[in-house]
């Protein structure tokens, strides 16, 4: 029976932050050599910096919510 071919997936909106966030970092090269370079201490930093922006950008959006649809 014939292998299925490995496809690979798409960048998600998350892998491009994180992507985004390594470079701010000055990481990139790390992450993408994860299995020998990232210490744990590296991929700390950046899932760290990724919750930050995530959160920025809930605030903001029920900013936006708030002020598009106030309380009557």
Do not use: C, Y
């Amino acid at each position: 029976m014939p292998k299925k071919k490995k496809t690979k997936k798409k960048a998600g909106p998350h892998e491009q932050l994180k992507w985004e966030t390594a470079r701010e970092l000055g990481l990139e090269d790390d992450l993408a050599n994860a299995g020998e370079r990232l210490s744990v201490r590296e991929a700390g930093k950046i899932g760290g910096q990724m919750v930050k922006k995530l959160i920025q950008a809930g605030q903001q959006a029920l900013a936006k919510e708030k002020k598009d649809f106030p309380e009557q």
